[in-house]
Each structure stands twice: as structure tokens, then as C-alpha cells.
């Protein structure tokens, strides 16, 4: 007489509860979209001819208005300026940051806290927000561009540095310790030269992000080739906009090849 088998004549992927838990998943991910939809209240008809009024978009673009260039050129000039001066500013922030929010660099919990706070609190305002808050303090102009830039930058450099502090070789700071040496001394002869790599290269990575960050800081009032982007766009002046949006892009081109040449240099 032939006993039952043990095991299941058919294969199956999951168990059923896993089968149950995986539909369950699927239906709330499908509710959160229909939920978010319709709390969004798309308009749907206006997705109808999308492709229409895109098409349409693209022939009021072509051809770019080549003899607008030499009006851009100043304003583009400015935006690598606030880009570059912001990044500067972050750096000289920055590093004191580092030092402050990195454990084994920092004074006790409290300096700590302080450090962490900065970083969270740079970081978590985008740079456009930023830059309405320093329009409102110091007027529309390159200054409130620079500050906003420079703001929103010292989180992301000081975090990155205070990661590369803590992973230093410790066997350094203590040889260095050993000697009678302070601790302004052991950082600078034991923690700086191991860190040096990773923070040019912080610094530079940055900057290339600033670049990109600073062209639609005009759209604010902060100064830079934004200004004249948003200025064209509400004139209608299609032919002027894709002339602009040529030139940020040739921008950010060479921003990212200068970026990536450096760190690999350093790196």
C-alpha cells in the first residue's frame, strides 16, 4: 500500500500567507496612488494633448535667437561667480563644522549636538528657499545668490568631511599625542593631512552643484542667468529661453568636466 508524500505535487513560488501579505502590499500601494491622485486633483484633460501642446512648444523654441548671446554673457558670468564665491564661503564654514560634528574631534556631546544640528539644518532648506530668505534680508541681487549657495552647501561639505575626520588612522593622533602635542596640533599635523584629499574633493563636487543650483536662483531675485530665464519665459520670448537653456548647459558641461578632472587628480 502506497503512503501519502510529504511533499506537494505542485510548486509554488510563496506560501499562501506570503501570497496574501504580497497582495495585501499591492492593493494599499494602489489606494496610496488613487488617494494621492485625487487629492492632487489632476486635470486630466490637460494630459490629453500633452503631446500636442509640447510639439507645439518645440516649434515656438526653434531656432534660438543667436544675436541675444552677447546680452547673456554678463549674467552667465555672474552665476559661475555666486556659485564659486558661495562654495568658497562654505568651505571656510564648513570646516570648523566638520570638526565640531565629527565624535572623535569634538568637545563633548553638546559641541557635538550643536555640529549635527548645523548639518541638519543647512541641508534641509533647499537653496532656492534659502535664497528667498536672503532676498528678503539683503535685497534681490548676486549677494543673496551667494549667501543662499553658501548656506545650503556647509551641511553637505561638513557632513562629508566630518565622516572622512572619524575615519582617520587613530594610530596617527596617537603618535602625535605622544609627542606632548595640543590638540590644535594634532589635528593639524595628525587629522588635516589625512583628510585633505576628501575635502578638495568635497569642496570641488560641490562646487559643480552650485553651478548647476545657481542658474534658477534668478527666478528669486538672487541674481545670475536665472533672472533672465524667468524674464523670457514670461515675455513668451521661446527663441531667448532655448538660447539661455543652451548656455546653462554648456555651463554645466564644463562645470562637471572641471569637477570630475580635479577630484580624479586629487583622489
Same mark, same amino acid.
Not at 54 to 68: I, K, S
Given at each position: 500500500m502506497n503512503s501519502p508524500s510529504r511533499y506537494p505535487t505542485r510548486? +509554488?513560488?510563496?506560501?499562501r500567507r506570503e501570497t496574501y501579505a504580497h497582495w495585501g502590499w499591492t492593493i494599499l500601494c494602489? %489606494? /496610496?496612488?488613487? #488617494?494621492?491622485?485625487? %487629492?492632487?486633483?489632476?486635470?486630466w484633460h490637460f494630459l490629453a494633448d500633452a503631446h500636442v501642446? %509640447?510639439?507645439?512648444?518645440?516649434?515656438?523654441? #526653434? *531656432?534660438?535667437?543667436?544675436?541675444?548671446?552677447?546680452? !547673456? $554673457?554678463? @549674467?552667465? &558670468?555672474? =552665476?559661475? +561667480? /555666486?556659485? =564659486?564665491?558661495?562654495?568658497?564661503?562654505?568651505?571656510?564654514?564648513?570646516? @570648523?563644522?566638520a570638526f565640531l560634528a565629527a565624535s572623535n574631534t569634538t568637545y563633548n556631546r553638546i559641541s557635538w549636538a550643536i555640529?549635527?544640528?548645523?548639518?541638519? $539644518?543647512?541641508?534641509? !532648506?533647499n537653496t532656492v528657499i534659502w535664497g528667498l530668505l536672503f532676498v528678503a534680508i539683503f535685497g534681490p541681487g548676486p549677494v543673496a545668490g551667494i549667501c543662499a549657495v553658501a548656506a545650503r552647501s556647509v551641511g553637505f561639505i561638513a557632513k562629508l568631511i566630518a565622516e572622512a575626520i572619524e575615519e582617520v588612522d587613530p594610530g596617527q593622533i596617537e603618535a602625535i599625542e605622544a609627542t606632548g602635542a595640543n590638540r590644535y596640533q594634532v589635528w593639524a599635523t595628525? &587629522? #588635516? *593631512?589625512? !583628510?585633505?584629499? %576628501?575635502l578638495i574633493g568635497?569642496?570641488?563636487?560641490? #562646487?559643480? !552643484?552650485?553651478?548647476?543650483?545657481?542658474?534658477?536662483l534668478g527666478f528669486v531675485g538672487a541674481g545670475g542667468i536665472g533672472l533672465y530665464l524667468y524674464s523670457s519665459i514670461n515675455s513668451f520670448a521661446w527663441n531667448q529661453v532655448l538660447l539661455i537653456l543652451c548656455a546653462i548647459l554648456v555651463l554645466v558641461i564644463a562645470s562637471e568636466f572641471i569637477s570630475a578632472w580635479v577630484r580624479e587628480k586629487v583622489t
Open positions: 510548486y +509554488h513560488r510563496y506560501t494602489v %489606494a /496610496i496612488v488613487v #488617494w494621492a491622485m485625487q %487629492a492632487m486633483e489632476v486635470q501642446q %509640447a510639439m507645439d512648444l518645440a516649434d515656438r523654441l #526653434w *531656432p534660438p535667437r543667436w544675436d541675444y548671446a552677447p546680452q !547673456i $554673457l554678463g @549674467p552667465l &558670468i555672474e =552665476t559661475v +561667480h /555666486i556659485g =564659486t564665491l558661495g562654495t568658497m564661503i562654505s568651505f571656510v564654514l564648513a570646516v @570648523p563644522v555640529g549635527r544640528v548645523i548639518l541638519v $539644518l543647512s541641508r534641509s !532648506i595628525a &587629522i #588635516w *593631512p589625512q !583628510i585633505q584629499p %576628501a568635497t569642496t570641488v563636487y560641490r #562646487w559643480d !552643484i552650485n553651478i548647476r543650483e545657481s542658474s534658477v
